[in-house]
C-alpha cells in the first residue's frame, strides 16, 4: 500500500488549505483513512480520520476549523484547514488503516507564517 500526499506549502495565518492524499495497491474497501501531523520537536498526532462508512473523528484543538472527506471509489481522502495558525505549521501525513494494518505517506509540510 502507498499513500501519496500533495497540497502542503507555505500559507498567511488566517488563510484556507486543502491537502488530499491518494491511495494505491490492495486495499480493502473496509479501511479507515485520516491525517496526523507532526510539528518540529513534537510527537505525531492524529488530526481526523474518517471510515468507509463516513464515521468521522477530529482532535479536539481542531474541531471547527479542519473538514475531513472521502472518495471511496478513488480511494483517496482530503482535508481542509480553514483559520489556519502558526501553530498547524507541521508535517503533514495520511494514513490508512486496514485489517488492523496501518500505513503512512511520506508527508507533505504546511507552513503557517504569522
Known amino acids: 500500500v502507498q499513500l501519496q500526499a500533495s497540497g502542503g506549502g507555505l500559507v498567511q495565518a488566517g488563510r484556507s488549505l486543502r491537502l488530499s492524499c491518494a491511495a494505491s495497491g490492495t486495499i480493502s474497501r473496509f479501511n479507515v483513512m485520516g491525517w496526523g501531523r507532526q510539528a518540529p520537536g513534537k510527537q505525531r498526532e492524529l488530526v481526523a480520520r474518517i471510515t468507509a462508512g463516513a464515521v468521522i473523528y477530529y482532535e479536539d484543538s481542531l474541531k471547527g476549523r479542519v473538514t475531513i472527506s472521502r472518495d471511496s471509489a478513488e480511494n483517496t481522502v482530503y482535508l481542509q484547514m480553514n483559520s489556519l495558525k502558526p501553530e498547524d505549521t507541521a508535517v503533514y501525513y495520511c494514513?490508512?488503516?486496514?485489517?488492523?494494518?496501518?500505513?503512512w505517506g511520506q508527508g507533505t509540510l504546511v507552513t503557517v507564517s504569522s
Open positions: 494514513n490508512i488503516l486496514i485489517n488492523g494494518i496501518s500505513y
